[in-house]
């Protein structure tokens, strides 16, 4: 159930208030919020607060969250939300969680802050989370149990120091972000009008680190490819049309398809399947095909080149007799759309400002996250990381350094309040 919030401003009137407004530069405001003592404070907080911040990651680590799997962990974040005295918390019929800081002024629209709680794993991985001299180890610890914790993090010290923010504050875990996940969270949430047309700006918080800001929506196109045929004995049917033969030439010719440097364009064969044992022919072989792109045209032009590959390669191998044909179906099984954030954008010069404030350099990036599903709507939207090292991300090795955590926290805290403001006591 979702409860209805209060009727507010449409985010266009309220940026051209602010814009009208806006004697203040980008730059100043930050300065000005940095200098709060309930921002000191909130900073200390995260300091002090080092030791639970890893307790909690290792505990929501520890709780699988597959893609189309993550009632557990979305329950158990719900739960946190409620402790941290969020209001209307709840999870939607896909497990995404929400909980609300309210804000001086109820009418304004939301700064949202999200973070995935999907992992890449699926159901079946043994999870086991460890702390190993100073660093955390476990699948899906940086990816994304950080950004879960930055999460909480974030409503903790501002509960904690009393920080008042004008614009209300939409915390938000979100599932189906990894994979073939496909976005379909973050889809949810943007396409139902009550939060669409009262989100302001999305912060996705995703992974380690704070030297990045993904401004840049990488889009992509993930296809599934079967090719099916009769099958039979190895010796005795020998002849008839081998759909593993067949997928490996349509492999071949697709991998030849050149692609430019920029912009920046990819193709990967990830899974592969087919047959049941060595002395038969298969009836069937399946691959999956993930394609990048920054641009759109490079995508249409990789799908056909796909089509064109199967459409060449299973003649190819049909044999002559009508019970040996064989069949190709290729199927999309994840679309993520492509979009950029404008350079002149108000959320961009904001978190170039935090990023003067506390001496951090970041660079922008282009990448596929949630970010990509408002940015493809024209809306204001950028991903940035918890703070702190990670790697082997989407393996059973996985590791988050917490050293620098600080910096990713004070970072996302003085965007956040940038963005909604600061009321004065
Ligand atoms: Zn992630």
């Given at each position: 159930?979702?409860?209805?919030?209060?009727?507010?401003?449409?985010?266009?009137?309220?940026?051209?208030?602010?814009?009208?407004?806006?004697?203040?530069?980008?730059?100043?405001?930050?300065?000005?919020?940095?200098?709060?003592?309930?921002?000191?404070?909130?900073?200390?907080?995260?300091?002090?607060?080092?030791?639970?911040?890893?307790?909690?990651?290792?505990?929501?680590?520890?709780?699988?969250?597959?893609?189309?799997?993550?009632?557990?962990?979305?329950?158990?974040?719900?739960?946190?939300?409620?402790?941290?005295?969020?209001?209307?918390?709840?999870?939607?019929?896909?497990?995404?969680?929400?909980?609300?800081?309210?804000?001086?002024?109820?009418?304004?629209?939301?700064?949202a802050l999200s973070a995935h709680i999907d992992t890449v794993f699926p159901s079946d991985t043994p999870i086991s989370v460890r702390r190993d001299d100073g660093k955390l180890y476990g699948p899906g610890v940086s990816d994304n149990s950080s950004g879960i914790t930055a999460l909480l993090a974030i409503a903790g010290a501002m509960r904690a120091t009393g920080l008042a923010n004008i614009a209300p504050i939409l915390f938000l875990g979100n599932v189906g972000e990894e994979g073939e996940g496909d976005l379909r969270g973050m889809r949810q949430i943007y396409q139902q009008p009550q939060w669409s047309s009262s989100i302001a700006s999305l912060v996705v918080i995703d992974g380690a680190?704070?030297?990045?800001?993904?401004?840049?929506?990488?889009?992509?196109?993930?296809?599934?490819?079967?090719?099916?045929?009769?099958?039979?004995?190895?010796?005795?049917?020998?002849?008839?049309?081998?759909?593993?033969?067949?997928?490996?030439?349509?492999?071949?010719?697709?991998?030849?398809?050149?692609?430019?440097?920029?912009?920046?364009?990819?193709?990967?064969?990830?899974?592969?399947?087919?047959?049941?044992?060595?002395?038969?022919?298969?009836?069937?072989?399946?691959?999956?095909?993930?394609?990048?792109?920054?641009?759109?045209?490079?995508?249409?032009?990789?799908?056909?080149?796909?089509?064109?590959?199967?459409?060449?390669?299973?003649?190819?191998?049909?044999?002559?007799?009508?019970?040996?044909?064989?069949?190709?179906?290729?199927?999309?099984?994840?679309?993520?759309?492509?979009?950029?954030?404008?350079?002149?954008?108000?959320?961009?010069?904001?978190?170039?400002?935090?990023?003067?404030?506390?001496?951090?350099?970041?660079?922008?990036?282009?990448?596929?996250?949630?970010?990509?599903?408002?940015?493809?709507?024209?809306?204001?939207?950028?991903?940035?990381?918890?703070?702190?090292?990670?790697?082997?991300?989407?393996?059973?090795?996985?590791?988050?350094?917490?050293?620098?955590?600080?910096?990713?926290?004070?970072?996302?805290?003085?965007?956040?309040?940038?963005?909604?403001?600061?009321?004065?006591?």
């Open positions: 159930m979702s409860p209805s919030p209060p009727v507010r401003l449409p985010v266009g009137e309220s940026v051209l208030r602010s814009e009208s407004q806006g004697l203040r530069s980008a730059q100043q405001q930050v300065a000005t919020i940095s200098e709060l003592p309930q921002v000191h404070d909130a900073f200390s907080w995260f300091r002090n607060h080092a030791r639970e911040l890893e307790e909690l990651q290792l505990e929501v680590t520890a709780i699988p969250a597959p893609p189309w799997g993550e009632s557990a962990r979305s329950h158990w974040l719900r739960e946190h939300f409620a402790e941290l005295g969020l209001s209307e918390v709840h999870r939607d019929e896909l497990g995404n969680v929400f909980g609300i800081r309210c804000g001086t002024d109820a009418a304004a629209p939301f700064i680190g704070a030297d990045t800001i993904i401004a840049e929506g990488l889009g992509s196109r993930r296809y599934e490819v079967t090719v099916r045929g009769h099958g039979g004995h190895s010796w005795s049917d020998f002849g008839v049309a081998n759909p593993i033969v067949a997928l490996a030439r349509v492999i071949d010719r697709f991998t030849r398809t050149p692609v430019p440097v920029s912009p920046k364009t990819t193709y990967n064969i990830g899974i592969i399947n087919g047959g049941t044992s060595v002395n038969s022919i298969p009836e069937s072989a399946t691959m999956r095909v993930d394609t990048r792109s920054a641009s759109v045209d490079e995508l249409d032009r990789l799908e056909r080149a796909l089509h064109e590959a199967v459409d060449h390669a299973i003649p190819e191998i049909t044999g002559r007799k009508k019970q040996e044909l064989l069949t190709a179906e290729v199927r999309i099984i994840g679309n993520r759309p492509a979009a950029d954030l404008p350079a002149d954008s108000p959320l961009l010069k904001m978190v170039r400002a935090v990023d003067a404030q506390l001496g951090n350099t970041a660079r922008i990036q282009r990448a596929s996250t949630d970010a990509n599903v408002p940015l493809s709507l024209g809306r204001q939207a950028i991903a940035i990381g918890s703070g702190g090292s990670g790697g082997g991300a989407h393996t059973i090795h996985e590791w988050y350094d917490p050293t620098g955590r600080e910096l990713g926290l004070k970072r996302i805290l003085l965007l956040t309040l940038a963005l909604c403001g600061v009321a004065d006591e």
